[in-house]
């Protein structure tokens, strides 16, 4: 089992509409997690931390899980620019040093 | 206020060859990681350097090989390239090995 799935995609969605994606991990002592943002030949940037109480930055929505290992994010009112892939990322924190495990990446495509 | 660089950007090479990449991390941050995206995949963590020392290391062989200077810049290297070994080449730097990770712009690798 990976330790980080996401659904491919492509999710094609209409500008101005309601998109949601979601991920699960799977080490149940993961601490931290997030959602990257990674344009086509692009590096990955940060689009928002993910919090257990849910947390919100403008149109993007981030809720965490930890019973069932879920992370998800929705996109409101959706724009051309939104199209991207965006990467599940889970921090484990063990031992003091930190790699990212990151999701292959759920691809969006928002259409006109 | 420079965020993280990496050179070069391309870089063609042949099976068998050494290759050295380089990476200097935003102003204010002291530890690198380095990450290896695949077409299609999402990142894969190599390793992390912090204090001149790896601090962890993901499920890559000993071909892969880092090093950090008193500076904080960061060099990777990879010994006897393997058709395999093209990819993505990601840096990223934090302020301190749990700190938020901002990436670089890669290095874009391809073995023939």
């Known amino acids: 089992r990976k330790e980080v799935e996401q659904d491919p995609g492509p999710f094609n969605v209409p500008e101005g509409a309601t998109v949601a994606f979601n991920c699960t991990y799977s080490?149940?002592?993961?601490?931290?997690f997030f959602w990257y943002r990674q344009d086509c030949r692009k590096e990955p940037k940060l689009l928002m931390s993910?919090?257990?109480s849910g947390n919100e930055d403008g149109r993007f929505t981030a809720q965490l899980n930890r019973a069932s290992q879920y992370i998800s994010l929705l996109i409101r009112d959706s724009k051309l620019s939104d199209s991207a892939t965006y990467l599940c990322?889970?921090?484990?924190?063990?031992?003091?040093?930190?790699?990212?495990?990151f999701g292959k990446g759920t691809h969006l495509i928002i259409q006109p | 206020d420079a965020g993280v660089t990496q050179s070069p950007t391309h870089l063609i090479k042949t099976r068998g060859q050494q290759v050295t990449l380089r990476c200097s991390p935003k102003?204010?941050?002291?530890?690198v990681s380095w990450y290896q995206q695949a077409l299609g995949q999402g990142p894969q963590f190599i390793f992390q350097y912090y204090e001149e020392e790896e601090r962890q290391r993901g499920n890559f062989p000993d071909r892969f090989s880092g090093h950090q200077f008193p500076n904080y810049s960061s060099e990777l290297n990879v010994n006897a390239l393997l058709l395999g070994d093209s990819a993505l080449y990601l840096c990223a730097s934090s302020f301190g090995p749990m700190g938020t990770q901002y990436f670089g712009p890669g290095t874009r690798l391809l073995v023939l």
């Open positions: 080490n149940s002592a993961s601490q931290s």
């Open positions: 990322v889970v921090k484990n924190g063990i031992g003091g040093a930190d790699g990212l495990t």
């Open positions: 993910v919090y257990s």
């Open positions: 102003s204010g941050h002291d530890t």
